[in-house]
């Protein structure tokens, strides 16, 4: 299956600057897959360290030594000279704790600088690339499948290079409408790419359900593994929880867990769904001279993936089918979980946090981009109102984006963008 990180990753193979990569994302987004695919087109030899094998005669080492790494290499593809072909691969680094993750990252950037080597972690993004790191590895955040990439998995080529010149050529009606398409497949496959593959080699909506429900209880599974007693309960509570409140309630998933993030007594329990990459966190920023003071029990969360969000909320396919646009369905904020998702694998990925006016004006994300906060304003159906210019008034930005059905245009500082081109920001 196609994934974008390859490229990204075969770039980083030609660098004469080349660090130890460290590929990071949530479980089930295929990073494994992607890296092993990536290994077999650009190396002869790929030696595989699974954390998840206790038996491995480096791993089990006490201390991890350049000696006994070299008498590892040469038992699995004898003495060789020509390090280039070889990738190192280190996979499931999160499986013995904090202190054995950076044991290994540091091992990779202290001794192993003359190897190319590919460190795989599961969890947030954001919370393992710790500061003391960045400098010192090539870091790759992988999420799930975008939109442009299931493009690319089905060939789609034509409707792919369609909205990437979007701002200068509009899109024909039927490659609209066929756009539509596939945003409404997206909404329910998602981009878990076990549930996309399901999808691909069934076209069976009922086939789809099943692997999201495979995917939904894989996360429970990973739940159980939690030593501590106490936390693991409260984490299966609320993830647990969160389908029958959405469900029963119709509340949005941000309302639900908000209620649950006020209680101090859930505190740990959501920070692990936010560690492991299950949920991320927007913080709430409210109108002020300068853009500050982060609102924690306001913060909105959303799933790392519309499909889990759109299983947990119950939305059917079958509701989604007869709409010319989903912006119908009020009860669930789907544009909004697909947009945060889309600017993940964009440009504008670097999300510090949403924004509340004078008079609860809101801006749904504020994105980072080198030195500016860039808002960016989700339109409804009917419009959005005043909410971007009271943001323009207050604060001037050089540029600001709204993101709509209608076609892309620039005007002044205001840059509209089709919601299905949210990826090519």
Not at 72 to 80: F, K, R
């Amino acid at each position: 299956m196609y994934r974008e990180i390859t490229k990204k990753l075969s770039q980083w193979k030609d660098r004469t600057d080349r660090q130890p990569a460290l590929v990071a994302g949530a479980k089930g987004v295929g990073k494994t897959s992607a890296v092993m695919e990536f290994a077999r087109e650009h190396y002869h030899k790929q030696i595989l360290f699974d954390m998840r094998n206790l038996e491995d005669p480096f791993l089990s080492q006490e201390t991890l030594t350049r000696v006994g790494f070299d008498e590892t290499v040469e038992h699995y593809v004898g003495e060789t000279g020509e390090k280039d072909e070889v990738l190192v691969i280190f996979d499931h680094l999160e499986q013995n704790g904090k202190s054995r993750l950076e044991e290994i990252i540091r091992f990779a950037v202290c001794h192993l600088m003359d190897y190319s080597v590919c460190m795989i972690v599961s969890g947030n993004p954001e919370s393992i690339c710790t500061a003391e790191w960045k400098e010192k590895i090539d870091f790759y955040p992988m999420y799930p499948v975008s939109l442009k990439e299931m493009m690319e998995i089905n060939r789609d080529f034509e409707l792919l290079g369609a909205v990437e010149q979007c701002a200068v050529q509009e899109i024909s009606g039927e490659m609209k409408n066929k756009l539509i398409q596939y945003m409404k497949v997206y909404f329910i496959t998602g981009g878990m790419p076990k549930v996309i593959q399901t999808y691909m080699d069934t076209r069976q909506l009922e086939a789809v359900e099943h692997s999201l429900r495979e995917v939904y209880e894989q996360y429970l599974s990973l739940i159980d593994e939690i030593r501590d007693e106490k936390l693991k309960r409260k984490v299966r509570k609320i993830y647990l929880g969160m389908k029958n409140s959405i469900q029963s309630d119709r509340q949005t998933i941000w309302e639900v867990l908000s209620s649950k993030l006020q209680k101090k007594e859930n505190v740990k329990a959501l920070q692990w769904l936010l560690d492991q990459g299950i949920l991320t966190k927007v913080n709430l920023y409210r109108e002020k001279k300068e853009i500050q003071d982060c609102m924690e029990k306001n913060c909105r969360l959303y799933f790392h993936d519309i499909g889990i969000f759109n299983y947990v909320c119950g939305i059917s396919f079958q509701q989604l089918i007869p709409l010319q646009f989903p912006y119908k369905i009020q009860d669930y904020p789907l544009i909004e979980q697909f947009v945060f998702q889309q600017l993940k694998v964009s440009e504008l990925n670097n999300i510090m946090g949403r924004w509340t006016g004078p008079k609860k004006e809101t801006i749904e994300f504020l994105c980072q981009s080198e030195n500016q906060l860039i808002p960016v304003k989700i339109h409804g159906e009917y419009g959005s109102g005043t909410a971007l210019s009271i943001y323009d008034e207050i604060y001037s930005p050089d540029l600001m984006i709204e993101i709509t059905l209608q076609e892309a245009e620039y005007e002044e500082n205001r840059l509209q963008v089709p919601v299905y081109a949210v990826w090519n920001l």
